[in-house]
């Protein structure tokens, strides 16, 4: 019989990567493995762990090997359907905390795996939290990470700020728009590690020629609607200049500014 050692010795990949993975299989963390390194493990569990050992040679994404990521101190799970959760996301939540005190609704377009609004429904819970996505197969991650984790957000499937979602708004709200679209142009494509461009969804990832396409015309729908409202946006910082001057000419009575994130990039494009 082998131990967890002797079976970690057998992979090629990160010793990181192989112990939270032996770790899944196991149904313990990371730390409970290497605190028992000369545990015997039996053949099931050995066969299944070298079976996720081989798939991640191949660049499949520990997350989605695992169907969880965490994020704000949170799992979620997520599948080839929904992004996988970045940790520089979880500065918008923050920002959008310090705005949203007292506003009557957050509205989180393109929800993906609902990581930031079912985060925001927890951090805000006197708010009301409305998430929407053009994927089905997203919205239901997104409904089940709500559940498992007792969030109350309101879903819907629709395409940015369609029919469905702005009938969720009217003139007597003061809304929050929270969004991290699809930013990425479809060149990066060829530059991308393999773990993000064979297997990250292309729809939550790319946007036109210079990525920008879906957060412009959010904006503009946004513009033409009659409500009170801030805009908390994560953006492709090649993008962010040209964006904040749009902002400026879309809503001239609004404060725009840009924040960088933890890498000193101008990450996050804000409407107040």
Do not use: W
């Amino acid at each position: 019989m082998l131990t967890l050692t002797d079976l970690l010795h057998k992979t090629t990949i990160d010793p990181r990567e192989a112990e939270l993975l032996l770790a899944f299989v196991l149904k313990k963390d990371r730390p409970y493995v290497i605190a028992h390194a000369k545990d015997k493990v039996g053949s099931k569990v050995a066969k299944t762990f070298l079976s996720l050992v081989q798939r991640r040679k191949k660049h499949e994404p520990i997350a989605y090997l695992t169907g969880e990521q965490p994020f704000f101190g949170r799992d979620f799970l997520v599948n080839r359907h929904t992004l996988i959760p970045r940790p520089e996301t979880e500065m918008l939540i923050g920002l959008v905390k310090q705005s949203a005190k007292g506003r009557s609704v957050i509205v989180d377009v393109g929800t993906g795996s609902g990581c930031i609004a079912v985060t925001l429904a927890l951090e805000c819970p006197n708010a009301r939290v409305v998430a929407s996505d053009v994927s089905s197969a997203a919205l239901k991650v997104a409904k089940q990470n709500a559940k498992q984790l007792g969030a109350d957000v309101e879903f819907v499937k629709d395409n940015l700020l369609g029919k469905k979602l702005k009938s969720e708004l009217n003139s007597k709200l003061d809304v929050v728009f929270v969004a991290n679209l699809p930013y990425l142009p479809s060149s990066d494509k060829k530059t991308m590690m393999p773990d993000v461009a064979k297997y990250e969804p292309s729809k939550a990832l790319f946007a036109g020629r210079d990525g920008s396409t879906l957060v412009i015309k959010l904006l503009q729908q946004i513009r033409m609607l009659n409500v009170q409202c801030s805009m908390f946006f994560e953006v492709d910082p090649r993008q962010t200049e040209k964006l904040a001057a749009l902002a400026h000419q879309l809503f001239p009575n609004h404060k725009v500014s840009i924040k960088q994130d933890l890498c000193g990039r101008e990450r996050f494009l804000i409407i107040t």
